[in-house]
């Protein structure tokens, strides 16, 4: 056999295997790429998106489309082929697999966590586009988490509302650690709380619930960086009794990103006209009670996303300005936002179509 073709021959023998082994060799890596956009003004899957009754609702026109991304599953190993396909491809971002799933969390707890934050965003939402329109919301503190294997297990459950920590009246969350850790580990804490049952069913009955019970729990000490200071076990959360119905009806999606676009389509269909202007606008960014815009993971994944469906702009948290700003896809303009109330002001501009002065993301933020 000549020397020429033997060497072609054992090269190309030699890429074979090392495709071959690329294909077998896992990596620990995960790939991110970019996910459904859904209208929230429109249907999704036959259904309004958001559905709100005892309320007069207006008519409205345009896109406010809240983003998704993709992500590998949990227990998927990729292989070294696919991590290289990812790296060079322009729409799909590799990242390292424990950046995604820490701690070893498995794909049930993934699922779990965002499905609750996916509720909390929906709360929030909810909470800020109605206070944006000066409309009353009942709130108060609960008991959001009750730690598993801590003195409050048994004792407190989630839901349960508190009224009262040794007999001072509780009125914001970070009233419960405050009054807590007063105590030194070892001590008893009385909670004054109605219970999650009874506050259930004074909701379902339009009633106040009157109905409350003193728990006692000794205190323990915390496993943090600070060991005298003293927990029960719990994390408080705040729940909140709306003035009519609001429902958003959006399956298999989980995590807090689409709060922003859930509360400006709240807005919209509480208001008359359109504030998009009949414009495609897009978007992400988690939402506080208070309207404060927060940012999100995979931010590059969602403008593209976005902008293959047709978005002409994009609701940018400010945290993540830069790093959208960094590789924003063509015909795609990125609208900087930190409050409810800047998006509200965007928006006004978009419908009219004074741009020039639409907040911009650069590199630097």
Not at 91 to 102: A, E, F, Q, R, S
Not at 314 to 325: E, G, Q, V
């Given at each position: 056999?000549?020397?020429?073709?033997?060497?072609?021959?054992?090269?190309?023998?030699?890429?074979?295997?090392?495709?071959?082994?690329?294909?077998?060799?896992?990596?620990?890596?995960?790939?991110?790429?970019?996910?459904?956009?859904?209208?929230?003004?429109?249907?999704?899957?036959?259904?309004?998106?958001?559905?709100?009754?005892?309320?007069?609702?207006?008519?409205?026109?345009?896109?406010?489309?809240?983003?998704?991304?993709?992500?590998?599953?949990?227990?998927?190993?990729?292989?070294?082929?696919?991590?290289?396909?990812?790296?060079?491809?322009?729409?799909?971002?590799?990242?390292?697999?424990?950046?995604?799933?820490?701690?070893?969390?498995?794909?049930?707890?993934?699922?779990?966590?965002?499905?609750?934050?996916?509720?909390?965003?929906?709360?929030?939402?909810?909470?800020?586009?109605?206070?944006?329109?000066?409309?009353?919301?009942?709130?108060?503190?609960?008991?959001?988490?009750?730690?598993?294997?801590?003195?409050?297990?048994?004792?407190?459950?989630?839901?349960?509302?508190?009224?009262?920590?040794?007999?001072?009246?509780v009125k914001e969350t970070t009233d419960v650690a405050k009054l807590v850790t007063k105590h030194k580990p070892g001590e008893n804490v009385v909670?004054?709380?109605?219970?999650?049952?009874?506050?259930?069913?004074?909701?379902?009955?339009?009633?106040?619930?009157?109905?409350?019970?003193?728990?006692?729990?000794?205190?323990?000490?915390?496993?943090?960086?600070?060991?005298?200071?003293?927990?029960?076990?719990?994390?408080?959360?705040?729940?909140?009794?709306?003035?009519?119905?609001?429902?958003?009806?959006?399956?298999?999606?989980?995590?807090?990103?689409?709060?922003?676009?859930?509360?400006?389509?709240?807005?919209?269909?509480?208001?008359?006209?359109?504030?998009?202007?009949?414009?495609?606008?897009?978007?992400?960014?988690?939402?506080?009670?208070?309207?404060?815009?927060?940012?999100?993971?995979?931010?590059?994944?969602?403008?593209?996303?976005?902008?293959?469906?047709?978005?002409?702009?994009?609701?940018?948290?400010?945290?993540?300005?830069?790093?959208?700003?960094?590789?924003?896809?063509?015909?795609?303009?990125?609208?900087?936002?930190?409050?409810?109330?800047?998006?509200?002001?965007?928006?006004?501009?978009?419908?009219?179509?004074?741009?020039?002065?639409?907040?911009?993301?650069?590199?630097?933020?």
């Open positions: 056999m000549p020397r020429r073709t033997a060497t072609m021959l054992a090269s190309t023998l030699m890429l074979i295997a090392l495709l071959c082994a690329g294909v077998f060799i896992p990596v620990p890596y995960s790939e991110l790429s970019p996910g459904p956009t859904v209208n929230t003004l429109g249907d999704h899957g036959g259904e309004p998106v958001l559905q709100i009754s005892g309320h007069k609702t207006y008519p409205t026109s345009g896109n406010l489309n809240m983003t998704t991304v993709r992500v590998t599953s949990a227990d998927y190993r990729m292989n070294l082929v696919e991590a290289v396909y990812g790296w060079l491809a322009h729409d799909n971002k590799i990242v390292p697999h424990d950046t995604l799933y820490p701690n070893g969390k498995t794909e049930e707890q993934s699922t779990q966590e965002n499905a609750e934050e996916f509720s909390q965003s929906q709360e929030s939402a909810k909470v800020a586009a109605l206070t944006e329109l000066s409309i009353p919301v009942k709130a108060w503190v609960i008991v959001a988490t009750v730690g598993k294997g801590s003195p409050a297990e048994g004792r407190l459950h989630a839901g349960d509302v508190i009224k009262a920590v040794d007999g001072t009246a909670f004054t709380v109605v219970p999650a049952k009874e506050q259930a069913a004074a909701e379902k009955e339009n009633r106040t619930a009157t109905a409350t019970e003193k728990v006692t729990i000794t205190t323990t000490t915390s496993d943090d960086n600070n060991p005298k200071r003293a927990i029960v076990g719990i994390s408080a959360g705040t729940d909140h009794t709306f003035p009519f119905a609001i429902d958003i009806k959006l399956a298999d999606v989980g995590g807090p990103s689409a709060g922003l676009m859930f509360a400006l389509g709240i807005y919209d269909k509480l208001t008359p006209g359109s504030l998009t202007g009949g414009k495609f606008v897009a978007g992400t960014g988690t939402i506080e009670d208070d309207g404060t815009v927060g940012p999100i993971g995979g931010i590059e994944m969602k403008t593209v996303g976005a902008r293959d469906k047709g978005a002409q702009y994009f609701l940018t948290p400010a945290d993540n300005c830069a790093a959208a700003a960094k590789d924003t896809p063509s015909g795609l303009r990125l609208v900087k936002v930190k409050t409810i109330g800047d998006a509200l002001d965007a928006l006004k501009d978009i419908r009219s179509g004074n741009t020039a002065d639409l907040p911009k993301c650069t590199t630097k933020g």
